[in-house]
């Protein structure tokens, strides 16, 4: 499945995107979906994921409360409402598929990277 993220920009502190994540070539209903981002000079980390069935999320505690992750199977999208932002949240933002059977923050379970996308919180 290859994938494409979109929706970053440069926002003030305290406001909000909305990024989205589009899939094609695969089998995207059947993937468990997860964000990830970069920061400069920094491992890529977790971020939030979603069950296939969209019946379920996951979500790094540093973003609790401020992001909300969805997905519409029948556009082959997953979402991630990123509200209230912080100028910690700079980052180039990535979305990956994974097969399994609960949700996790590992990393190495994920595959099919695509290109990020910047996003950039002022202060």
């Known amino acids: 499945v290859q994938l494409q993220a979109s929706g970053g920009g440069l926002v003030q502190a305290g406001g909000f995107l909305r990024l989205s994540c589009a899939a094609s070539g695969g089998p995207f209903r059947r993937y468990d979906m997860g964000w990830f981002r970069q920061a400069p000079g920094k491992e890529r980390k977790f971020v939030a994921a979603?069950?296939?069935?969209?019946?379920?999320?996951y979500y790094a505690d540093s973003v609790k409360g401020r992001l909300i992750m969805s997905r519409d199977s029948a556009k082959n999208t997953v979402c991630l409402q990123m509200n209230s932002l912080k100028p910690e949240d700079t980052a180039v933002y990535y979305c990956?598929?994974?097969?399994?059977?609960?949700?996790?923050?590992?990393?190495?379970?994920?595959?099919?990277w695509g290109q990020g996308t910047q996003v950039t919180v002022s202060s």
């Open positions: 979603i069950r296939w069935t969209g019946g379920s999320t």
């Open positions: 990956a598929p994974r097969c399994g059977t609960i949700l996790t923050a590992r990393q190495h379970e994920y595959n099919s």
